[in-house]
């Protein structure tokens, strides 16, 4: 699976962006996603997760009730919708996606198999 992260930008804290995760390949079905972001300096983390039919999803407790994340599956397509930026959520944002995921790893970045290039996202204050 080939995953294409888009939609990053630079925009003014309070403001609001939508991040698009393509995928291809020769496998399209049955796989979990999740987002992941990196600021410089800090370690890559857990931003938020949905399993196949989009029924569970799972939030970073700094993104929760902000971002807000969504499949389609018909376009291989993820979605993150961020609103109420803080210029704290500036990072690189990677998407990730896996075939075997467990509901316990799912906020673990090293339970997934593939991943996308990163696209940035800056907020200024």
């Known amino acids: 699976v080939q995953l294409q992260a888009s939609g990053g930008g630079l925009v003014q804290a309070g403001g609001s962006l939508r991040l698009s995760c393509a995928a291809s390949?020769?496998?399209?079905?049955?796989?979990?996603m999740g987002w992941f972001r990196q600021a410089p300096g800090k370690e890559r983390e857990f931003v938020a997760a949905i399993s196949w039919s989009g029924g569970d999803t799972y939030y970073a407790d700094s993104v929760k009730g902000r971002f807000s994340i969504s499949r389609d599956n018909a376009k291989n397509t993820v979605y993150l919708q961020m609103n109420s930026l803080k210029p704290e959520d500036t990072a690189v944002y990677y998407c990730?996606?896996?075939?075997?995921?467990?509901?316990?790893?799912?906020?673990?970045?090293?339970?997934?198999?593939?991943w996308g290039q990163g696209t940035q996202v800056t907020v200024s204050s």
């Open positions: 390949g020769r496998r399209y079905t049955g796989y979990s």
């Open positions: 990730a996606a896996d075939f075997h995921m467990i509901q316990s790893s799912i906020r673990t970045s090293d339970a997934y198999d593939y």
